[in-house]
């Protein structure tokens, strides 16, 4: 047993051992991680290398959205035109006594342009729906929301459009209107069903494909050998 003169000149009491001062441990910095000595540091080897992971800044993120509502104005541009070239309005013919009269026949098809709005918005809306899954899947679910506001902004623009190059206010040119002339009605919709058409079928697209379509992520299924294929 060896002894050691302590500090300060006393002699250490009889049966007592000194020990040398324990060394501090090396700190060792691993990552996010800091261990010490010799233990061992745990790591998420499956997590994703942030290079790897897809960065969504709020500048992209604008940026993309503004291309997409600035995608769907033009399509409903060019919607509201197609509207107005196929739709056949009807109208009313001026009596001498200033009574306004219409046809049988007129009458079935006042509400054609509203056929025509849905038709026209179902095939645009169904395109639009696919174009924004394809381009905008990776932002996740609020490409739904994009999908349906994409859709029902492309309706405004077409029924704005159609108002614009349709004949205008039907009230004012009756009003204004002389015997035996033809006032047309107006190019509108009259009911709000026919716009909701729009993002509902805008967004039918995105929700089909993310429920049917093959999960990337989920593990492939093991083939055995004696399994027919």
């Known amino acids: 047993m060896v002894f050691q003169q302590p500090a300060g000149g006393r002699q250490a009491p009889e049966g007592?051992?000194?020990r040398p001062a324990a060394e501090q441990p090396d700190v060792r910095y691993v990552g996010d991680a800091v261990t010490t000595g010799s233990i061992p540091v745990i790591t998420d080897d499956m997590a994703t290398p942030p290079e790897l992971r897809p960065a969504f800044s709020?500048?992209?993120i604008a940026r993309w959205a503004a291309i997409w509502f600035a995608l769907c104005a033009a399509t409903g541009a060019l919607a509201g035109a197609l509207w107005f070239a196929v739709v056949a309005l009807p109208g009313y013919q001026i009596a001498p006594d200033g009574a306004a009269?219409?046809?049988e026949r007129g009458l079935a098809s006042?509400?054609?342009s509203d056929a025509w709005f849905v038709v026209i918005g179902l095939v645009l809306s169904l395109a639009l729906g696919v174009i924004c899954w394809r381009w905008l899947s990776e932002?996740?679910?609020?490409?739904?929301?994009l999908a349906a506001l994409g859709a029902l902004a492309a309706g405004l623009v077409c029924w704005l459009v159609g108002w614009l190059l349709g004949p205008g206010d039907f009230e004012s040119r009756?009003?204004?209107a002389q015997?035996?002339?033809v006032v047309a009605v107006a190019l509108t919709v009259r009911g709000s069903a026919a716009l909701l058409?729009?993002?509902l079928a805008g967004v039918l697209p995105v929700l089909l494909w993310s429920s049917l379509a093959p999960d990337h992520e989920e593990p492939t299924p093991l083939r055995l050998p004696w399994r027919r294929r």
Not at 139 to 145: H, K, R, S
């Open 16 to 18: 007592h051992e000194t």
């Open 58 to 60: 709020a500048t992209r």
């Open 101 to 103: 009269t219409t046809t």
């Open 110 to 112: 006042y509400y054609a």
């Open 139 to 145: 932002l996740g679910w609020p490409v739904a929301v």
């Open 174 to 176: 009756i009003a204004m």
């Open 179 to 181: 015997p035996g002339d």
């Open 197 to 199: 058409a729009w993002p």
